[in-house]
């Protein structure tokens, strides 16, 4: 019996929460979006559905494609402070173009900015110039042209070395070529190309040499033979303006030629009248 009471009790408490949703669901006003839903679709006749072009899935991103990349850069920023300055240091002389630490790390991989050992040491660097802001290749002669070159070199009478020329821009070495050939400068090589020495051949450059350079000068006894000269210069170090040698060989070759050609000219022309002697009704 008590089972049964708590059975009906529990069927008659069901009943009641269903009495209860309904009253609150009756009580509530429609949604908005349904009342426009009906009138919109009232209004309006339903359109076929438009047909679904077969669009190709988008390609899916695979990380592995950039990891050769990443390596290289890894390996950059890893490496010593001395080769990272090097590096932007030949991105700075090649581009000549006053960069931020952002460009640097864009251009050559080196962050300056997290490695405060290549920031300070790129700051005190003597080929670098630093504003505050930007880094810029720093030559030791500041040129830009032809021009300025030749005005340097004719300010410094007793010669400028061509190794504190090369870096101050990119076409300076065939310019010093041009002006050597134009007769504007003199350059004075040796088998060592560092020792380079570039004077200037300007008539209005006052040359002032001491006398005992002079005395030694007369006082040294040349050989007579300009082949022993060449030679002397060559164990000295110093490259000969010419080579007598070469130009003797050259001579022997031509005179032994111009030899041949007379020979066979005269021994033509031998022949040529002794032909010609037992015919002179010819000549009648």
Not at 108 to 130: H, T
Not at 193 to 218: A, G, H, M
Request: proline share 6%; charged share 30%.
């Amino acid at each position: 019996m008590d089972l049964s009471k708590k059975l009906d009790k529990f069927k008659q408490q069901q009943a009641n929460c269903q009495s209860t949703l309904a009253k609150v669901a009756a009580s509530r006003p429609p949604p908005k979006s349904s009342t426009i839903t009906t009138s919109s679709s009232s209004s309006k006749k339903p359109q076929a559905p438009a047909p679904s072009l077969a669009q190709p899935p988008p390609p899916q991103l695979k990380f592995s494609n950039d990891t050769e990349r990443l390596q290289h850069i890894n390996s950059i920023r890893k490496s010593a402070v001395g080769a990272q300055i090097k590096r932007v240091i030949d991105l700075l002389f090649e581009t000549r173009q006053a960069l931020t630490p952002a460009e640097i790390n864009e251009a050559c991989y080196v962050d300056i900015n997290a490695n405060k050992g290549v920031f300070e040491s790129l700051k005190k660097n003597v080929k670098v110039n630093y504003d505050g802001h930007r880094f810029c290749y720093k030559s030791k002669h500041d040129l830009k042209d032809k021009h300025e070159l030749l005005v340097l070199i004719r300010k410094a009478p007793e010669g400028v070395a061509v190794i504190d020329l090369k870096d101050a821009y990119p076409s300076v070495l065939d310019d010093l070529q041009e002006l050597k050939a134009s007769g504007d400068v003199w350059l004075l090589s040796n088998y060592d190309s560092q020792e380079d020495i570039v004077y200037p051949n300007d008539p209005k450059v006052k040359i002032k040499v001491d006398e005992d350079v002079k005395q030694l000068y007369r006082e040294i006894e040349l050989p007579k033979d300009m082949v022993d000269i060449e030679k002397d210069l060559q164990k000295n170090g110093m490259k000969p303006a010419t080579n007598t040698a070469k130009r003797k060989a050259a001579m022997q070759v031509q005179g032994a030629q111009s030899k041949q050609k007379q020979k066979k000219k005269r021994e033509f022309t031998k022949r040529t009248r002794l032909t010609n002697a037992h015919m002179p009704e010819l000549f009648k």
